[in-house]
Nanobody, 121 residues
Framework: QVQLVESGGGLVQAGGSLRLSCVNS????????MGWYRQAPGKQRELVAA???????NYADSVKGRFTISRDNAKNTMYLQMNSLKPEDTAVYYC???????????????WGQGTQVTVSS
């Protein structure tokens, strides 16, 4: 089984910073893409940032220049550094891994339980 555990969410004032962490554990053969998504009340889940196995990164236009995705393979951990936070960044943030558990298996998506980020004005 693969488990993803997020941490680091909380309440912060506009202009502040938070760092989210996502630790993965379990049987994993390879990870193709690691990403952060968010879902605000009444809205669809959207991609915030992603990093591929080749270290290519992709950011939503709304967070470019403010958020940075990174990973520490030795710690099985992915991070999202969020600076200059705005009230519109308020959402539940989810980590996602697209991976293969074993050789020859298809890619599958795994999700964390989510962590709440609230930015006050």
């Amino acid at each position: 089984q693969v488990q993803l555990v997020e941490s680091g969410g909380g309440l912060v004032q506009a202009g502040g910073s938070l760092r989210l962490s996502c630790v993965n554990s379990g049987s994993i053969y390879s990870i193709n893409v690691m990403g952060w998504y968010r879902q605000a009340p009444g809205k669809q889940r959207e991609l915030v940032a992603a990093v591929t196995i080749g270290d290519s990164t992709n950011y939503a236009d709304s967070v470019k220049g403010r958020f940075t995705i990174s990973r520490d393979n030795a710690k099985n951990t992915m991070y999202l550094q969020m600076n200059s936070l705005k009230p519109e960044d308020t959402a539940v943030y989810y980590c996602n891994l697209r991976l293969r558990r074993r050789v020859g298996e298809p890619l599958n998506d795994y999700w964390g339980q989510g962590t709440q980020v609230t930015v006050s004005s």
